[in-house]
């Protein structure tokens, strides 16, 4: 079922990080609401998702004339000092409204003409692979981190059935560094995967994050458990999975394909 896509004009676009974001001196969310509706997806514990009284996934408000009101935000920004952009934290800026609405397009072009000192896209879409040519021109500025957080489409499948392929993003991925560009892989969060995952990654991109429910979720996995996630590894016969110390196996894999100085744990993989 299609989101209900509501247009509406924001007051602003930039807002102060903080959190796990403190390393970035704004937020910048193209979208509210996110039609991917991960299960897991931790904004659904937030009051933009709990108290809009329609089920997360089901609608997407879009930012109308947001290319002009960040266009004039971003000059005021850098007269106060360093402008760090973490783009999104709370939607995909590459979820499928964008086809048609092209938004998080003309805020990149907004971006290019005044240029942060540092910009992280961070999506799960292959579409980011259509702005290759607006990124190259924040290429010294700007990286792009793809969410991939299995590479077994069947656990994909059960946790984010709405979310594009892993092969696609695999692909994105190697479009975008095969173009020059920074990338990384964000294993965000730590799903079931196979022994040969890490090997995969390997082979596209030569930075990669992992991230769990526990470190990431923003309340030491407390958001996530509400979200009653468990009975899907249960349902997976996966249940060894849910636990904090189930990335370690995967670091372990990826220390054999990925020197440290490119391996990140949680927060420090996303910051700028």
């Known amino acids: 079922m299609k989101p209900t896509i509501v247009h509406k004009t924001p007051k602003t676009l930039l807002n102060p990080a903080s959190g796990y974001l403190t390393g970035y001196s704004h937020t910048l969310n193209p979208y509210t609401g996110c039609a991917f509706s991960c299960t897991y997806c931790y904004v659904r ?4 998702a709990k108290f809009r009284g329609e089920p997360w996934g089901t609608w997407v408000d879009v930012k109308e004339g947001a290319a002009s009101i960040l266009a004039k935000e971003l000059v005021k920004a850098k007269r106060k000092g360093r402008v760090t952009i973490f783009m999104s934290s709370s939607t995909d800026p590459y979820q499928p409204a964008e086809y048609n609405e092209r938004l998080t397009r003309s805020l990149l072009e907004a971006m290019v003409a005044e240029q942060p000192d540092f910009l992280l896209v961070q999506t799960r879409s292959p579409l980011v692979t259509r702005d290759i040519d607006l990124l190259l021109r924040l ?3 700007v990286r792009i981190s793809v969410t991939v957080e299995t590479d ?3 656990v994909r499948r059960a946790f984010t059935p709405a979310a594009p392929p892993i092969a696609a993003r695999l692909g994105a991925l190697q479009r975008l560094t095969a173009a020059g560009l920074d990338t990384q892989a ?3 969060p730590v ?4 022994q040969r995952f890490a090997a995969r990654l390997a082979e596209v991109v030569g930075r990669v994050c992992i991230d769990d429910f526990f470190m990431g979720d923003g309340s030491l996995g407390k958001r996530t458990e509400r979200l009653g996630i468990r009975r899907i590894y249960e349902q997976l016969g996966l249940s060894d999975w849910y636990d904090r110390e189930a990335y370690q196996r995967v670091v372990a894999e990826l220390r054999h394909h990925f020197p440290e100085d490119r391996l990140f744990i949680s ?3 996303f910051l700028p």
């Open 45 to 48: 514990e937030m009051p933009v």
């Open 139 to 141: 290429k010294d500025r």
């Open 152 to 154: 077994l489409e069947p």
């Open 186 to 188: 964000a294993i965000s």
């Open 191 to 194: 799903l079931p995967s196979s």
């Open 267 to 269: 927060q420090a993989g």
